[in-house]
C-alpha cells in the first residue's frame, strides 16, 4: 500500500519544487514529476508510468486537481479507473480522498465545477476579442518593431556600418524579424551572415 505522488507544470520556466515538497510533507513515498501539458492526448511519460506502477490499495496523491486533467470527462474517467483498480485519490489543496464516500462525491462535484471555470473563461475571452474587433481593434500580439524602431534600423543597414545580427540585437528583435521589415537592396548577401 504505497502512497505515489504525481507534479506537474506546464512549462520549463515554472518550478516542481512546491508540489514536490508539499506531496514529500504529505507522505509520499515516490514521486513522479515532469513538465508538459494537462490537455488530453498530450505526452507525459512520467503520468503514464505512475498509472502502470499504482496497485490495489495503492494512493494516488496530487496538489490540486489540476495536475490531473483539464475536463470533468477526464478527470471522471479517472476516478472510474482508480476506483475499479481499488486505488484512492488523495488531492491535497481540497482536502478530498476518494477512499471514503463522502470524498468521492466532493471529487465529483468539483471536477465539474473546475470545467466549468475553464469555460467560463474561454467564453469571456472570445466575448472580450469580439468586442474589440467591433470597436475596430485587432487582436494577436503587438507589433514588435515600432515604425520609428524600422526606420532606425533601416538607417543602420543602410548605411552598411552594422551587420544585420548588431542591428537585430541592438533593435532588441531578432534577425528574422528584422528582415521581414527592412528593404534589402544589393549586396546583403555578405552583410547578412555576419
Known sequence: MAILGYARVSTNDQSLDRQTDELSAAGAEMIYAEVGSGKKGAPRPQWDELLRSLRQGDTLMVTELSR???????????????????????????????????????????????????????????SGLAASRARGRKGGRKREFSPAAVRKAQEQYDKGDLSVTEIARLAGVSRQTLYRYLTITGGESSRSAA
Open 68 to 126: 490531473l486533467g483539464r475536463s470533468t470527462s477526464q478527470l471522471s474517467a479517472l476516478a472510474d479507473d482508480l476506483s475499479e483498480r481499488k486505488v484512492s485519490l488523495k488531492i491535497l489543496n481540497l482536502g478530498i480522498d476518494t477512499g471514503t464516500p463522502a470524498g468521492k462525491l466532493v471529487y465529483s462535484i468539483v471536477s465539474a465545477v473546475a470545467e466549468m471555470e475553464r469555460d467560463l473563461l474561454i467564453e469571456r475571452t472570445n
